[in-house]
């Protein structure tokens, strides 16, 4: 069974910065792109960022790129978002999500964690 | 940009009753579209891929059709469990998702 669990969220100052972790199982990790949505309370879900199978390639959404790094452990089966200058309108749900494919940073999501919230506020 | 706009933003029925989502893309974006259905408290579940390919484990009354810039998710007699919140994802250039749309009980 594929799980995938979310942690690292919480409550952060504006220009703060927290790293977010998705430990995956239930299947061949560093086979498959992994990527981050996000979702804001009571709206819409957002891509943030993805990575290939390999790590070799990132891509961003521009209303995090230089500020959000995405990252992974394949020995680990874990994903990483580490997040800086983080500013109110990050708040939100974070979601990993396993893509279907391995060499694309854009592709659909076939499973995804439980979500981590993230609250940026003084 | 490629831009989705979803309608109607609400959509109410009663069980039993044939729902129809629309998903419509600025550009084409092939049949690279997927669906997906999200319940409050719950991580989105993927229904269909490449616009008309049901996912693992999703039931035959859910649906998916159309290519290029018009889309359609088909539910066709729905169910308790179907009550919820629907999203379009396209994913020609980077992904992106729909606004949604909410089935709600009439």
């Known amino acids: ?122 | 940009e490629i831009v989705l706009t979803q309608s109607p933003a609400t959509l109410s029925l009663s069980p039993g009753e044939r729902a129809t989502l629309s998903c419509r893309a600025s550009q084409s974006v092939s049949t690279y579209l997927a669906w997906y259905q999200q319940k409050p408290g719950q991580a989105p579940r993927l229904l269909i891929y490449d616009a008309s390919n049901r996912a693992t484990g999703i039931p035959a009354r859910f649906s998916g059709s159309g290519s290029g810039t018009d889309f359609t998710l088909t539910i066709s007699s729905l169910e308790p469990e179907d009550f919820a919140v629907y999203y379009c994802q396209q994913r020609t250039t980077w992904p992106q998702f729909g606004p949604g749309t909410k089935v709600d009980i009439k």
Not at chain 1, 31 to 39: F, G, I, K, P, S
Not at chain 1, 51 to 70: L, Q, W
């Open chain 1, 1 to 122: 069974e594929v799980q995938l669990l979310e942690s690292g969220g919480g409550l952060v100052q504006p220009g703060g910065s927290l790293r977010l972790s998705c430990a995956a199982s239930g299947f061949t990790f560093s086979n498959y792109a992994m990527t981050w949505v996000r979702q804001a309370p009571g709206k819409g879900l957002e891509w943030v960022s993805a990575i290939i199978n390999s790590g070799g390639s990132t891509y961003y959404a521009d209303s995090v790129k230089g500020r959000f790094t995405i990252s992974r452990d394949n020995s680990k089966n874990t994903l990483y978002l580490q997040m800086n200058s983080l500013r109110a309108e990050d708040t939100a749900v974070y979601y990993c999500a396993k893509g279907t494919k391995a060499v694309t940073g854009t592709s659909y999501f076939d499973y995804w964690g439980q979500g981590t919230l993230v609250t940026v506020s003084s």
